[in-house]
């Protein structure tokens, strides 16, 4: 089944922990992005990546890293996590070219910090 | 980057049409129309998209003004299952740009 899977999907962890969320795809995407979710707020990008090795900033970047090392993997790093960072985290993939299909999510990781 | 405006919140009642407005009346000539959905506990999930042109596929339709400052979402027969936050959104030609969600139409479906 192609799909994005997330790991893990729900964490609680205490500040400064330095924690990995992983995201893997299936579908052989070129375009891989984080989204977090916040009441009030919506979604709203963190990093994203166009291919391997290819990343940049989204609007939200601070207080996160990424790799992009295979094409099929895009975890994501919180170095030292803070409270402001509790919130809900979405993987997508999306295959190269603007006739295809939109992004693929993932099912979320709902992150607490505490 | 152009935005969208969506009514917060619709009711629908269950196996009848629903059609979920968007207006995007800062739309460059260039930019694709991509609606998503999000239902409860889940991630968001890509419904349809399309430039011009209506376009119809197994979940909605899509019709777009002729002058693209509008469009307009069609389920044709809403079910339960559609209950759900609905996201009109613009993007580049590659549809990869950064996608901005807004509010959205939260749908409520009436048994």
């Known amino acids: 089944e192609a799909q994005v899977t997330q790991n893990p999907r729900y964490l609680i962890t205490v500040t400064g922990k330095k924690l990995t969320v992983t995201c893997s795809q299936n579908?052989?995407?070129?375009?891989m992005s984080w989204y977090r979710q916040d009441p009030g707020l919506g979604l709203r990008q963190i990093y994203y990546?166009?291919?391997?090795?290819?990343?940049d900033k989204g609007d939200v970047p601070e207080g996160y890293k990424v790799s992009r090392k295979e094409k099929r993997n895009f975890p994501l790093i919180l170095e030292s996590p803070s409270p402001n960072q509790t919130s809900l985290y979405f993987c997508?993939?999306?295959?190269?070219?603007?006739?295809?299909?939109?992004?693929?999510f993932g099912s979320g990781t709902r992150l607490t910090v505490v | 980057d152009a935005k969208t405006t969506q009514p917060n919140s619709m009711e629908s009642n269950e196996e009848e049409p629903v059609h979920l407005p968007c207006n995007h009346s800062?739309?460059?000539?260039?930019?694709?129309i991509h609606w998503y959905r999000q239902l409860p506990s889940q991630g968001p999930e890509y419904v349809i998209h399309?430039?011009?042109s209506n376009v119809n596929n197994r979940m909605a339709s899509l019709a777009i003004a002729e002058d693209r400052k509008s469009s307009t979402l069609i389920l044709h027969r809403a079910t339960l299952r559609d209950a759900a936050v609905y996201y009109c959104?613009?993007?580049?030609?590659?549809?990869?740009?950064?996608?901005?969600f807004g509010t959205g139409t939260r749908l409520t479906v009436i048994p």
């Open positions: 800062t739309i460059s000539g260039t930019d694709y």
């Open positions: 990546s166009m291919n391997v090795e290819v990343t």
């Open positions: 399309g430039l011009t």
């Open positions: 579908m052989n995407h070129e375009y």
């Open positions: 997508a993939s999306k295959v190269r070219g603007a006739t295809n299909y939109g992004y693929t």
């Open positions: 959104i613009l993007t580049d030609q590659t549809g990869a740009n950064n996608l901005f």
